[in-house]
């Protein structure tokens, strides 16, 4: 089940959903927006079998952090919000949803939703991590 970059892969017949525990910031977007398939008492903490691909895929691009991510077995992935957009949270860091390319220590990556650090403190720059100021 292990991808790329700690990712972690759960999958159904008709979609896959990718989470990386570095990014999550427990926005809890996907807990409260479908409890049923995201239950942090269970193990896997998410059964994607038990909601419809598209309902799923609707709560995940929710997550504003990028830590979870989909693809439908038909070949369908998200399509980035345009325009592009920037907000500056309380704290400092930046939530960016688009069509983005992120410069990271391992290479560019390409993106729809982020939080970016922005008090450089992060240890998973540039993502935010709640390591720093900017994160609380």
Do not use: N
């Not at 980035?80 to 704290?91: L, V």
């Amino acid at each position: 089940m292990s991808g790329e970059s700690g990712q972690k892969a759960y999958r159904t017949e008709s979609i896959t959903v990718t989470f990386e525990a570095g990014r999550c910031l427990h926005a809890a977007e996907c807990v409260h927006g479908l409890p049923e398939v995201f239950d942090t008492a269970k193990r896997p903490w998410i059964q994607p079998d038990a909601s419809t691909a598209e309902r799923l895929a609707e709560v995940v691009r929710r997550c504003p952090s990028g830590a979870l991510r989909y693809e439908l077995a038909k070949g369908g992935t998200e399509t980035p919000d345009r325009p592009t957009t920037i907000t500056r949270g309380a704290t400092g860091q930046l939530t960016v949803r688009g069509e983005l390319s992120v410069d990271t220590p391992q290479g560019a990556r390409t993106e729809t939703r982020v939080v970016l650090c922005g008090c450089g403190q992060s240890r998973l720059p540039p993502y935010c991590d709640h390591a720093g100021p900017c994160g609380r």
